[in-house]
T-cell receptor, first 114, second 112 residues
Framework: DVKVTQSSRYLVKRTGEKVFLECVQD?????MFWYRQDPGLGLRLIYF???????EKGDIPEGYSVSREKKERFSLILESASTNQTSMYLC?????????????FGSGTQLSVL | DQQVKQNSPSLSVQEGRISILNCDYT??????FLWYKKYPAEGPTFLIS?????DKNEDGRFTVFLNKSAKHLSLHIVPSQPGDSAVYFC???????????FGAGTRLFVKA
């Protein structure tokens, strides 16, 4: 069964801290994504990666960076956490067939920045 | 500017009846549409999709209808079951692109 694993279910951090959210997939997928989910706004794309060491900005990249050193792992970094980054963060992956692409999601990390 | 809109935040339906969830989009470049279902404490899971070359796609109790001229799609669940209670996200993308754009979601309650 396909699996996307996010390292933490809940995180509480302080304003200004550097925060790492980790995501690992076991499906050998080329594409990986980070979304955040907020009430009334749905899922918004932060960053994505279509290959190792490749990254592209999504719709709301400000305040975030990413790292993809290995195919199976995609990390989201909050350089200096702020309260408006309190949110549910969802990692997803998909295979390279972009004609029929569906996303496989992890269970999410609920981040609270105090 | 939301390119995919789900205007109903919630919907309540009696068990056994039909659930109809609606979605509108603004970008005419979208040519592939998906519905995802999300339970609390879980990530979204793919439910059903439709290509813009079709106007209907059916999978068991779930049917998605696409009206390209109106830029509107809907998800029908017949018959609705209590286990269908979840948040449903409409999503759209352009073939060959990387981005999937999501709506805000509709929370469905199916009452027993």
């Amino acid at each position: 069964d396909v699996k996307v694993t996010q390292s933490s279910r809940y995180l509480v951090k302080r304003t200004g801290e550097k925060v790492f959210l980790e995501c690992v997939q076991d499906m050998d997928h080329e594409n990986m994504f980070w979304y955040r989910q907020d009430p009334g706004l749905g899922l918004r794309l932060i960053y994505f990666s279509y290959d190792v060491k490749m990254k592209e900005k999504g719709d709301i990249p400000e305040g975030y960076s990413v790292s993809r050193e290995k195919k199976e792992r995609f990390s989201l970094i909050l350089e200096s956490a702020s309260t408006n980054q309190t949110s549910m963060y969802l990692c997803a992956s998909s295979p390279i067939d972009r004609t029929n692409e569906k996303l496989f999601f992890g269970s999410g990390t609920q981040l609270s920045v105090l | 500017d939301q390119q995919v809109k789900q205007n109903s935040p919630s919907l309540s339906v009696q068990e056994g009846r039909i659930s109809i969830l609606n979605c509108d989009y603004t970008n005419s470049m979208f040519d592939y549409f998906l519905w995802y279902k999300k339970y609390p404490a879980e990530g979204p899971t793919f439910l059903i999709s439709i290509s813009s070359i079709k106007d209907k796609n059916e999978d068991g109790r779930f049917t998605v209808f696409l009206n390209k001229s109106a830029k509107h799609l809907s998800l029908h669940i017949v018959p609705s079951q209590p286990g269908d209670s979840a948040v449903y996200f409409c999503a759209a993308r352009r073939t060959g692109g990387f981005k999937t754009i999501f709506g805000a979601g509709t929370r469905l309650f199916v009452k027993a």
